[in-house]
């Protein structure tokens, strides 16, 4: 079972849908990411596209965000999502059972952070989506967009994107994306 690590929510014990539909970010990476925003995240507004259990968008919310948005496509997921806000009384995610790709074309809001962690190998629908985050406007000016994935060579970053960061742990890589000046 997955945990929340840190923040008001901290030991908080996630659902999580059947592996065949999900890949769950492990403990150490979220560590990882959310030790390298851990300063940057109160007070802002963050987007996680493939949602899944909710691990990433509540761990946002618990060190500080103030507002979250929860993209999940698979029923089972969503469902179970939502379960985990229940039992932590998560009033400030906002759910969406949703296709991650027609969320962004249909959005008209702006975020400090989104979280991408598509399915693996799913690089196509990666590329989509980070097009439509900047056709559209969905990142803030001073915004971040942390892309998790198995495989950053196949993943075609928009002109106008550069990553700053990028971690590898195990066969995963962690890129951290901004608007490039």
Same mark, same amino acid.
């Given at each position: ?17 059947? +592996? &065949? *539909?999900?890949?769950?970010? !492990? ?6 990411? $959310?030790?390298?925003?851990?300063? =940057? ?46 039992? +932590? &009384? *998560?009033?400030?995610?906002? !759910? ?6 027609? $969320?962004?074309?249909?959005?008209? =809001? ?46 075609? +970053? ?24």
């Amino acid at each position: 079972m997955l945990r929340i690590i840190s923040g008001i929510y901290r030991n908080g014990k996630l659902e999580q849908p059947d +592996l &065949k *539909i999900t890949r769950p970010t !492990t403990d150490k990476v979220r560590e990882a990411i $959310f030790s390298s925003l851990h300063f =940057k995240l109160p007070g802002k507004i963050a987007l996680d596209l493939f949602a899944g259990s909710g691990a990433l968008a509540i761990e946002a919310l618990s060190r500080g965000a103030i507002q979250v948005d929860a993209i999940e496509k698979h029923r089972e997921a969503y469902k179970i999502l939502n379960t985990n806000l229940n039992n +932590l &009384k *998560i009033e400030n995610l906002q !759910t969406y059972h949703n296709d991650a790709i027609q $969320f962004l074309n249909n959005i008209k =809001k702006q975020y400090d952070f989104i979280f991408i962690d598509a399915p693996y190998q799913e690089y196509n629908l990666v590329n989509q989506a980070l097009d439509l985050i900047i056709k559209n406007k969905l990142l803030q000016e001073e915004g971040e967009i942390i892309l998790e994935t198995d495989n950053l060579t196949k993943i075609s +970053l928009p002109s106008n994107l550069i990553i700053y960061k990028e971690k590898k742990y195990g066969k995963i890589f962690v890129a951290y994306l901004v608007k490039a000046n």
